[in-house]
Protein backbone atom coordinates (compact mmCIF):
# COMPACT_ATOMS: atom_id res chain seq x y z
CA UNK A 1 0.00 0.00 0.00
CA UNK A 2 1.73 3.14 -1.37
CA UNK A 3 1.81 5.55 1.66
CA UNK A 4 3.46 9.15 1.90
CA UNK A 5 3.79 11.17 5.39
CA UNK A 6 4.76 15.18 4.78
CA UNK A 7 6.47 16.50 7.70
CA UNK A 8 8.24 19.74 8.87
CA UNK A 9 5.84 22.59 8.08
CA UNK A 10 5.16 25.23 10.88
CA UNK A 11 5.01 29.18 11.54
CA UNK A 12 7.59 31.31 9.68
CA UNK A 13 8.16 34.99 9.35
CA UNK A 14 8.64 36.09 5.60
CA UNK A 15 12.07 35.72 4.43
CA UNK A 16 12.35 32.55 6.22
CA UNK A 17 13.03 29.47 5.42
CA UNK A 18 11.55 25.60 5.75
CA UNK A 19 12.44 22.22 4.71
CA UNK A 20 9.61 19.60 4.55
CA UNK A 21 9.99 16.43 4.33
CA UNK A 22 8.35 13.35 2.79
CA UNK A 23 8.50 9.83 3.81
CA UNK A 24 7.39 7.47 1.27
CA UNK A 25 6.77 3.81 1.61
CA UNK A 26 5.07 0.98 -0.64
CA UNK A 27 6.59 1.09 -3.86
CA UNK A 28 10.13 1.36 -5.17
CA UNK A 29 11.08 4.69 -4.28
CA UNK A 30 14.31 5.01 -6.20
CA UNK A 31 12.48 4.59 -9.61
CA UNK A 32 9.85 6.73 -9.05
CA UNK A 33 9.61 10.45 -9.54
CA UNK A 34 8.21 12.61 -6.95
CA UNK A 35 6.62 16.05 -6.79
CA UNK A 36 5.39 18.45 -4.59
CA UNK A 37 1.95 20.36 -4.57
CA UNK A 38 0.31 22.86 -2.15
CA UNK A 39 -3.13 24.46 -1.45
CA UNK A 40 -3.87 27.48 -0.40
CA UNK A 41 -6.68 28.54 1.42
CA UNK A 42 -9.90 29.08 -0.63
CA UNK A 43 -7.89 28.14 -3.93
CA UNK A 44 -7.11 24.88 -5.85
CA UNK A 45 -3.87 22.58 -4.67
CA UNK A 46 -1.47 23.42 -7.18
CA UNK A 47 1.95 22.02 -8.76
CA UNK A 48 4.82 23.08 -6.93
CA UNK A 49 7.82 21.02 -8.47
CA UNK A 50 8.97 17.59 -9.24
CA UNK A 51 11.65 15.29 -9.08
CA UNK A 52 13.51 13.05 -11.01
CA UNK A 53 14.51 9.53 -10.30
CA UNK A 54 18.05 10.73 -11.48
CA UNK A 55 17.68 13.71 -9.67
CA UNK A 56 16.76 16.17 -12.48
CA UNK A 57 14.35 18.54 -10.83
CA UNK A 58 11.71 21.71 -12.68
CA UNK A 59 9.70 23.97 -10.78
CA UNK A 60 6.55 26.51 -10.99
CA UNK A 61 7.54 29.66 -11.69
CA UNK A 62 6.09 30.91 -8.43
CA UNK A 63 8.76 29.34 -6.90
CA UNK A 64 12.13 29.26 -8.94
CA UNK A 65 14.80 30.22 -7.48
CA UNK A 66 13.47 30.02 -3.64
CA UNK A 67 12.91 26.49 -3.71
CA UNK A 68 14.80 23.35 -3.98
CA UNK A 69 13.75 19.53 -4.17
CA UNK A 70 16.21 16.84 -3.36
CA UNK A 71 16.02 13.50 -2.61
CA UNK A 72 17.28 10.91 -0.25
CA UNK A 73 16.74 7.05 -2.01
CA UNK A 74 18.19 5.75 1.28
CA UNK A 75 15.46 7.13 3.12
CA UNK A 76 12.92 7.08 0.68
CA UNK A 77 12.81 10.94 1.79
CA UNK A 78 12.24 14.04 -0.30
CA UNK A 79 12.58 17.20 0.66
CA UNK A 80 11.54 20.35 -0.31
CA UNK A 81 13.65 23.35 1.41
CA UNK A 82 12.24 26.56 1.14
CA UNK A 83 13.70 29.75 1.06
CA UNK A 84 12.77 33.61 1.41
CA UNK A 85 9.15 32.71 2.29
CA UNK A 86 6.30 34.99 1.44
CA UNK A 87 2.71 35.00 2.74
CA UNK A 88 1.48 34.01 -0.71
CA UNK A 89 3.51 30.34 0.06
CA UNK A 90 1.15 29.88 3.06
CA UNK A 91 -0.93 26.53 2.39
CA UNK A 92 -0.75 22.96 3.11
CA UNK A 93 1.92 20.88 1.29
CA UNK A 94 1.68 17.77 -0.12
CA UNK A 95 3.98 15.31 -1.99
CA UNK A 96 3.05 12.65 -4.04
CA UNK A 97 3.99 10.09 -7.16
CA UNK A 98 2.96 12.37 -10.01
CA UNK A 99 0.67 10.69 -12.53
CA UNK A 100 -0.45 8.49 -9.80
CA UNK A 101 -3.77 7.29 -8.56
CA UNK A 102 -1.90 7.31 -5.18
CA UNK A 103 -4.05 9.01 -2.29
CA UNK A 104 -2.84 11.92 -0.51
CA UNK A 105 -1.37 11.83 2.39
CA UNK A 106 -2.15 14.35 5.53
CA UNK A 107 0.34 16.84 4.00
CA UNK A 108 2.05 19.51 6.25
CA UNK A 109 1.05 23.16 7.29
CA UNK A 110 3.11 26.22 5.76
CA UNK A 111 2.16 29.85 7.56
CA UNK A 112 4.27 32.87 6.37
CA UNK A 113 3.31 35.87 8.55
CA UNK A 114 4.72 38.49 10.44
Known amino acids: QVQVAESGGGLVRPGGSLRLSCEAS????????MSWYRQAPGKEREWVGI???????NYADSVKGRFTISRDNAKNTVYLQMNSLQPEDTGKYYC????????WGQGTQVTVSS
Open 51 to 57: IGSAGGT
Open 96 to 103: KRPTSSDN
Open 26 to 33: GFIFSSSA
